[in-house]
């Protein structure tokens, strides 16, 4: 399904301390002067969302929270609420990048609940998928996607604002992509899936696609059937670079 208005969001992760946080200024000014045919997300550390959010006021541009906890409030050190991140302007949040699968052990049932407690906060979730090098070398690219989402997406997202970002692992931040007729073939896999699970609701989210997504190749991989936009992490750290993205979708 071709999607009309695409969705590109910045992935900032933890970067925007000192130089990067006067060049993520910076980034986000020439972003309210760009007038873009897309929708355009900033996820910065959730520390910044406020002050993002007063660069940002007045602008188009939305700004998201890059996870949140699955509980409301209580006793868990460290975390962020979904409604924390609304509270601090945010409308987006990325869930299940699969830095948080790896680092933090996340499974899929966790990020289903993170989504069901962003949606409850008035959070739109960007679910992330994707496979690892070794998977795809084993031919298992399309299977643990289409696991990911049966498992990812909780039941009752059907009429919800959400994205899922496929995001293959092996593409993060390295520089590599799959060919075109990987992403078509993956992007096809993710949808069916999608309305395996969610029915005919299944078909109106944007598949986002994620990794090494820089100037140079964005018009191709925003071109391919059934991607609906982008998830960009480096390339979201410099204003040239994302308003590259930006004007290419
Ligand atoms: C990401 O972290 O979501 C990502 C896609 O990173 P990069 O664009 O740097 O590959």
Redesign the pocket.
């Known amino acids: 399904m071709k999607q009309s208005v695409k969705l590109v969001a910045g992935?900032w992760?933890m970067n925007g301390l000192g130089a990067s946080l006067g060049e993520a200024e910076a980034l986000a000014k020439a972003l309210q002067e760009q007038a873009a045919a897309c929708r355009v997300a900033l996820c910065p550390p959730a520390t910044l969302t406020e002050r993002m959010a007063r660069v940002l006021e007045g602008s188009a541009v939305e700004l998201g929270g890059q996870d949140c906890h699955a509980e409301a409030s209580g006793a868990f050190t460290g975390s962020v609420s979904a409604g924390m991140l609304v509270d601090a302007g945010a409308a987006l949040v990325i869930l299940g990048?699969s830095?948080r699968r790896a680092g933090f052990g996340e499974t899929d049932a966790d990020v289903a609940a993170k989504v069901e407690a962003a949606l409850a906060a008035g959070l739109e979730p960007i679910i992330c998928i994707g496979e690892t090098l070794e998977q795809r070398e084993a031919g298992q690219a399309v299977e643990i996607v289409s696991r990911q989402v049966a498992g990812s997406l909780p039941d009752g997202l059907s009429g919800k604002a959400f994205a899922v970002a496929y995001?293959p692992v092996w593409?993060?931040?390295?520089g590599l992509t799959p060919t075109l007729e990987q992403i078509e073939e993956v992007h096809a896999a993710v949808r069916a899936a999608m309305v395996a699970k969610l029915g005919e609701g299944g078909r109106v989210a944007p598949i986002l696609y994620?990794?090494?997504?820089k100037p140079s190749n964005a018009a191709e991989i925003l071109a391919v059937a059934e991607v609906g936009g982008a998830?960009?992490?480096?390339?979201s750290l410099k204003a040239e670079d994302f308003l590259g993205i930006i004007r290419a979708a």
Request: net charge negative; hydrophobic share 35%; glycine share 28%.
């Open positions: 992935n992760k990048h830095e995001e593409a993060i931040g390295t994620g990794g090494s997504v998830l960009v992490g480096g390339a």
